[in-house]
């Protein structure tokens, strides 16, 4: 499948500085969402999947595949029998599906995964579990990108799209919000590393999302920080084990959560480190903000102030 590290290589060939991928996500799902609800209705594909993995393996539509092939899934050649592109991807100049509306790249990917034994499992799951399918698809070879199931919950998350699996509209406060204007903005704010970490602000702080086999010393000694600084990033004394996926600072978070997350009510597993890493927030801040002592964990229900 086309990495979105490439999609947005080619993108800057294609805008000027002032293009925001953001104005482009949402052009995309407005443009692309009607589809996306039929085609669930017809597979029982979420609509929200749909749109998430349209948005990263087209770049928003905007990828070289997508404009010239209407290709909007990275859906190689395989027993394709009709017309055929070819770019770099994996190897050089292979071969991608062409098609002659974007309508008909939706309806192959759904023919594509309905007709393979490897995603047979995804069609047990609630067409509402968009997370139990972004998993199931990274688990089952969608894609070679270690966080590619994290990248598609956090379109969905961020842009609201699960709303369309249940019959609903996303709220546009929250697909349009500062803290998505200031994420998805490439150039120099989300460019991505030599290495290949992407960029991605919480609340304003950069981020990056870690890999199979990253440490904190390696993420550090890659942004040019020292890792004791990057530890105190994260509120952390000293270095732990690394799970692929998880968030990690590299630049100093905030006082205050970003003005849509007023109070945040505290979950089974949720610890105060895990809220504060949530929301970009300092963990002394979050708890000075709820005059809870430092040696107390967080509370199952207790609605927490993150402003």
Request: glycine share 6%; net charge positive; proline share 2%.
């Amino acid at each position: 499948m086309k990495q979105t590290i490439l999609f947005l290589f080619l993108l800057t060939a294609t805008f000027v500085n002032a293009q925001t991928m953001h104005k482009a996500y949402l052009e995309y799902v407005e443009k692309y969402a009607d589809i996306a609800i039929e085609q669930q209705k017809l597979h029982k594909i979420p609509a929200s999947i749909k749109l998430a993995q349209g948005l990263l393996e087209s770049a928003a539509g905007c990828g070289e595949l997508a404009r010239e092939s209407n290709n909007h899934f990275g859906i190689k050649c395989g027993n394709w029998t009709g017309e055929k592109a070819y770019a770099d991807d994996d190897s050089k100049n292979e071969c991608f599906r062409k098609y002659k509306s974007v309508r008909d790249s939706y309806e192959d990917h759904s023919m594509f995964l309905v007709s393979r034994q490897r995603y047979a499992a995804l069609f047990d799951l609630d067409p509402t579990d968009y997370k139990g399918w972004a998993h199931g698809l990274k688990a089952a070879g969608y894609a070679t990108d270690p966080n590619y199931a994290h990248k598609l919950i956090k379109l969905i998350d961020d842009y609201d799209l699960h709303k369309y699996d249940i019959g609903r509209v996303p709220d546009k406060r929250i697909a349009d919000s500062p803290s998505n204007r200031a994420t998805y903005t490439w150039g120099s704010a989300s460019a991505t590393s030599l290495k290949g970490h992407q960029l991605y602000r919480n609340n304003g702080v950069k981020c990056v999302f870690s890999e199979v086999g990253d440490t904190y010393a390696s993420i550090a000694n890659e942004f040019d920080i020292k890792e004791s600084k990057l530890l105190k990033y994260n509120d952390l004394i000293s270095g732990k084990e690394l799970e692929p996926g998880t968030v990690v600072y590299i630049s100093k978070k905030k006082k205050r959560a970003s003005k849509e997350f007023e109070t945040h009510t505290v979950q089974t597993g949720e610890s105060m480190y895990r809220i504060a890493q949530k929301y970009a927030i300092r963990l002394q801040a979050l708890y000075d903000l709820n005059s809870i002592p430092y040696n107390k964990g967080a509370e199952v229900g207790k609605v927490l102030k993150l402003r």
